[in-house]
């Protein structure tokens, strides 16, 4: 047998064996918890991205990491999570393990931002080494990455804020055009981006003053109320006045392809054109939440001292629509956006262990398989070990 058929056995076995009765080996829970815990980070120095997903999905399912832990616990995930994205290494744009993995992990890390934790080093690092060379992304990544990012700015501090809108702003107004005639518009960057200017200037109102031309009033030198930006206040005020009119023709269009749809879908025969309508019409509703959502983050705009759009207000069109609100809707980034499991038999139904034995020594007899110490040679390092089975890949 080889070490990889070993590896894998091995994950098999923790993820079907070990991991569905965990409540029956780990006794006492916060000190077997804790040991488990230290024996997954030492295991992670070389996993790819589905076997990382795996160690995840376990470890916030334990009562140490749950719902009454404190802040700072939550926060040791995150920077699991952090040192599989490597943000302290340098970037280089032409290395799509690392900007699957830098992506994929962000996604990850949400759910724990909504929990308490900092998402501060990963929009540092965004803000460092990826918005300057945004434009040299491939095209899937970046819509992705804005997702991510849009998603991430509701728990951004109002420090970290006032630090990432600059570059945010000018991200704006590339993918806002500022004039209707021959231009064309990304509604989907333009909705991530106006969701995030919104959430960062909702924290920290009055660094748009020297960025959009606003007169916001917070008694601070920063405010900057004696300087004249006049002319940010009428490019950026315009770039709105142009998207709102792209915008409206958009959902003229959209509106009445959907009343043809409906005529189309009653007089389609096979049920394959069925679902070819009906995916057009999936997609002109998720195109009219887009540009819907886009008005109501636009409008408020206008004013020399505006409210911005914060504290979630704003349903993203990508995001299923609350059931008390209307019915939800197939969310297709999604299903691009999930983690793949682990590949492999078994099924995860629980099952006594074998014996009653010590729970310590069947713990880490299990994690002993995967080798965490570190392995010469072999070929499963931090920048080949994602592979086919990807580090990044695993995650889209």
Request: with cysteine; net charge positive.
């Amino acid at each position: 047998m080889t070490d990889e058929n070993l590896r894998e056995r091995t994950l098999i076995f923790i993820r079907d064996k070990v991991f569905p009765i965990k409540t029956e080996l780990l006794k006492p829970p916060e000190q077997m918890e804790r040991h488990i815990t230290d024996l997954i980070k030492k295991s992670l120095q070389d996993v790819t991205g589905a076997e990382f997903k795996m160690f995840m999905d376990f470890l916030k399912n334990l009562s140490i990491f749950g719902e009454k832990a404190p802040k700072e616990r939550i926060q040791e995930l995150i920077e699991i999570i952090e040192g599989q994205a490597d943000l302290d290494a340098q970037f280089n744009v032409e290395d799509g393990d690392h900007i699957d993995r830098l992506i994929s992990c962000l996604y990850m890390a949400i759910p724990f931002f909504e929990r308490g934790a900092s998402n501060s080093k990963f929009l540092n690092y965004l803000n460092k080494h990826i918005f300057p060379v945004f434009d040299k992304l491939p095209e899937d990544r970046k819509v992705d990455l804005l997702k991510n990012l849009a998603e991430s700015s509701p728990y951004t501090a109002p420090q970290d804020s006032r630090l990432v809108l600059p570059s945010v702003v000018q991200l704006l107004k590339k993918y806002m055009p500022r004039r209707k005639a021959g231009e064309e518009m990304n509604f989907t960057y333009v909705e991530c981006l106006l969701y995030t200017f919104n959430n960062l200037a909702h924290k920290a109102p009055n660094a748009t003053n020297s960025l959009c031309g606003y007169k916001i009033v917070t008694g601070q030198p920063s405010d900057r109320l004696g300087e004249d930006f006049s002319e940010c206040y009428k490019d950026f005020t315009e770039r709105l006045k142009c998207v709102e009119e792209l915008a409206r023709a958009t959902i003229k269009k959209l509106t009445q392809g959907l009343a043809e749809r409906n005529k189309d879908i009653a007089a389609a025969k096979t049920d394959e054109e069925k679902a070819k309508i009906k995916n057009q019409k999936q997609n002109a509703t998720a195109g009219l939440r887009t540009c819907n959502n886009i008005f109501a983050m636009t409008q408020p705009l206008h004013s020399k001292s505006p409210t911005f759009v914060g504290d979630k207000k704003i349903n993203l069109s990508w995001k299923e629509i609350p059931k008390s609100s209307a019915q939800s809707t197939a969310n297709a980034a999604g299903t691009k956006r999930s983690v793949d499991a682990v590949n492999g038999s078994g099924s995860m139904a629980s099952k006594k262990g074998r014996g009653a034995g010590n729970p310590h020594h069947l713990v880490n007899r299990a994690f002993d398989g995967l080798g965490y110490s570190g392995r010469s040679g072999g070929g499963r390092g931090r920048g080949l070990g994602w592979g086919p089975r990807g580090r990044g890949r695993g995650y889209r």
